[in-house]
């Protein structure tokens, strides 16, 4: 478990200091840090072609780095014609060095792609975690735009150990998230 990205040292160095003077923490260990990055998306056209949960996979494990895997469902829905245990989803986990490279290229490269994007909700949970829907793929420079099939959004979740929103917004500040500025 080794913190050799930039993002990682920049949190070690930079960022546990920074909130451990903000909110008076007494010790490092209380610092809030970021434990995983969960990436999912829900295929419900998946009921009927086998071929897109095939694509958003190969699409996860391009932008992450790591091996996509598919969601499955929980029960049987006939109006959906929805098989107990078929594929509906897909969702990566990303951790550590993995998590730290994947969230610079998302917060450098991917948002500031995004059409009139003038920053993120600051929304959180209640418990520290923050959940940014992105409405397409092709923001990642991974995608290649031609190969694309169709336009799939996905659910990017932060999941801190912040015990409360402020903290946990502090944290993904410090992390370089792009938050609207509030009035």
Do not use: C, W
């Amino acid at each position: 478990m080794s913190n050799n990205t930039t993002l990682g040292k920049e949190y070690k160095e930079k960022i546990v200091p920074e909130l451990q003077k903000e909110f008076g923490y007494t010790t490092v260990m209380q610092v809030p840090k970021l434990e995983k990055i969960v990436i999912n998306q829900g295929l419900g056209g998946a009921t009927q072609d086998k071929k897109i949960i095939e694509t958003a996979l190969n699409e996860l494990t391009a932008i992450t780095g790591q091996k996509a895997v598919p969601t499955l469902s929980k029960k049987d829905i006939s109006n959906f014609k929805l098989r107990k245990k078929m594929p509906i989803g897909a969702m990566v986990t990303l951790r550590h060095d993995k998590m730290y490279e994947f969230l610079e290229r998302l917060v450098k490269v991917a948002l500031p792609r995004i059409r009139d994007f003038k920053g993120i909700n600051s929304k959180l949970d209640g418990r520290g975690n923050y959940t940014l829907g992105v409405t397409e793929q092709i923001i990642f420079p991974e995608i290649n735009i031609d190969n694309v099939p169709k336009l799939q959004g996905m659910n990017i979740t932060f999941v801190t150990s912040a015990p409360t929103d402020e903290e946990g917004l502090a944290l993904l500040k410090k992390f370089g998230l792009p938050f609207k500025r509030e009035n």
